[in-house]
């Protein structure tokens, strides 16, 4: 897990230089950065949502993850839950405390380099992809710390937990993840960073946390549905 543990030293890095830079910087150069942080997510977001073969999938993934999001009421729940573990901070500092944390672990965990990072290093012991992420983690995470304020350095302890379990999970995941579903796996991450970068640039206040289990049940509907077709075409044949 040293690449896992790298990235959350960049990020406690990155998050510290921005917070320090945060009553600096005049706001309109902390508004320009967060603008261009929104549109290099979307760049992202789009380009690993192209990557997807079967729409069915990415439809049927985040309308029933939405779904499952919204009915366990995920995004209001993580916020009540965080706004207790910081209770006693001063009101005005710890302003956007909470959307800090949930955008910044979002944006640092969802992405084919997060998953791919640590498949590598669990299974190869090969930390270059996950050593690059963290690097460019570094980057992002001062930019919004800049905007957000402390709670992007907090999103360190969701991002150890998350990107440890992969890397330690990785011997018993992998074998579950052919081509085709990780590509719709990607193509699924991909939406949901678009609707990040879009919350990023405050076009829209999507509710991501409860879009998140899309990318738990997308697996299951690229496996099935391709099963499902074989069977359909046998049986007309």
Known sequence: MLGTLFNVITVA???STGLLLKDKLPERYTSIIFVALGLCTLFFGVDMGLGSNNPLVLILSL???AILGESLKLESRSIALIERFKK???EDNDKGFAEGLLTAFVL????SMTLLGCLTEGLEGDRTIIMTKATMDLFSSAALAAAFGRGVLFSI???FIYQGGLTLGAEWISPLLNETITA???GCGGI???GLGLNILQVTKI???NLAPALFICPLFAWLLPELETLLNAILT
């Open 13 to 15: 890095a990155g998050a």
């Open 63 to 65: 309308v029933v993850g």
């Open 88 to 90: 006693g901070g001063e």
């Open 108 to 111: 640092f965990c969802i992405g």
């Open 157 to 159: 302890i969701p991002l």
């Open 184 to 186: 719709e796996i990607f």
């Open 192 to 194: 949901l960073l678009i």
């Open 207 to 209: 509710k991501m946390l």
